[in-house]
């Protein structure tokens, strides 16, 4: 539930809101991590979920971080460079 909020905030461009709800999804995505290990037979590689997520959360702490200092240019991350 927090996770897609945390979606829906990013692309709303709520940066804080996202970084807020996306970190309490954890929880819950280790909870049912656990769970998923108990009824497979062997463990499942999250490696690139972990490297995306831990990519979204960098940016969104780098936007929000911008945002606090007053940077008004924290918003433009994909038209960096194609001036």
């Known amino acids: 539930m927090y996770y ?6 990013y692309y709303d461009e709520d940066w804080l809101q996202s970084v807020q ?3 309490q999804s954890l929880p819950e995505y280790y909870k049912e991590y656990e769970r998923c290990l108990t009824l497979c037979d062997y ?4 490696a690139a979920f972990t490297q995306l997520h831990q990519q979204i959360i960098n940016s969104n702490v780098a936007k929000r971080d911008r945002l606090l200092l ?4 924290f918003c433009c991350l994909s038209t960096a460079g194609n001036g």
């Open 4 to 9: 897609q909020q945390g979606v829906e905030a």
């Open 21 to 23: 709800y996306i970190e």
């Open 43 to 46: 463990p499942y590689d999250d």
């Open 70 to 73: 007053g940077n008004e240019d």
